[in-house]
T-cell receptor, first 113, second 113 residues
Framework: ETGVTQSPTHLIKTRGQQVTLRCSSQ?????VSWYQQALGQGPQFIFQ???????GRGNFPPRFSGLQFPNYSSELNVNALELDDSALYLC????????????FGPGTRLTVL | KQEVTQIPAALSVPEGENLVLNCSFT??????LQWFRQDPGKGLTSLLL?????REQTSGRLNASLDKSSGRSTLYIAASQPGDSATYLC????????????FGDGTTLTVKP
């Protein structure tokens, strides 16, 4: 148990729709990072939030956006869903300072039809 | 751009064997390197974290080493067990905090009874 939870577990959407995925970090963890993992590949970094501000972004288009709240919860929003967005979405929380171990949630499996 | 490679992609060994998984990265200016385990369809479980100033970390039957100058890390598993069967991922963080990690595509390990 990492203390990081994600909801929902599974989600099915159709192309063009919008989706919101949620993550609850460990208490005291100021940093949350979101990753997309396609089948058979390693996770790809989407973006990171530190104390409610975006703190770095990977090679993902603006239709991927996020929010972090003061209660250690966060959201990943994806607009105009495409078939290639089908993947496992993972959030990871960390302290934001040494030793900075990342703790991952169980993920949300998104299927876009 | 940081690239992380894991070799081999898959490995099958008999129970009791000692084994080594390899991870190489192209940019040696890392913040830390973390090894994870992932069971099918699940999130990531942290195994070992090595800070950039460290050379190795040990936890139980696991030992991870880091050689920044050559851009390599190894994960040594002693006396493998069927329960060790999973995909093992290494992740490298740059900058000044964890997250924003670049992952390899993993090594899928099968330990046969």
């Amino acid at each position: 148990e990492t203390g990081v939870t994600q909801s929902p577990t599974h989600l099915i959407k159709t192309r063009g729709q919008q989706v919101t995925l949620r993550c609850s970090s460990q208490s005291g963890h100021n940093t949350v990072s979101w990753y997309q993992q396609a089948l058979g590949q390693g996770p790809q970094f989407i973006f990171q939030y530190y104390r409610e501000e975006e703190n770095g972004r990977g090679n993902f288009p603006p239709r991927f956006s996020g929010l972090q709240f003061p209660n250690y919860s966060s959201e990943l929003n994806v607009n105009a869903l495409e078939l290639d967005d089908s993947a496992l979405y993972l959030c990871a929380s960390s302290l934001g300072h040494f030793p900075d171990t990342q703790y991952f949630g169980p993920g949300t499996r998104l299927t876009v039809l | 751009k940081q690239e992380v490679t894991q070799i081999p992609a898959a490995l099958s060994v008999p129970e009791g064997e000692n084994l080594v998984l390899n991870c190489s990265f192209t940019d040696s200016a890392i913040y830390n390197l973390q090894w994870f385990r992932q069971d099918p369809g699940k999130g990531l479980t942290s195994l070992l974290l090595i800070q950039s100033s460290q050379r190795e970390q040990t936890s139980g039957r696991l030992n991870a080493s880091l050689d920044k100058s050559s851009g390599r890390s190894t994960l040594y598993i002693a006396a493998s067990q069927p329960g060790d069967s999973a995909t093992y991922l290494c992740a490298v963080s740059l900058g000044t905090n964890a997250g924003k990690s670049t992952f390899g595509d993993g090594t899928t390990l099968t330990v046969k009874p």
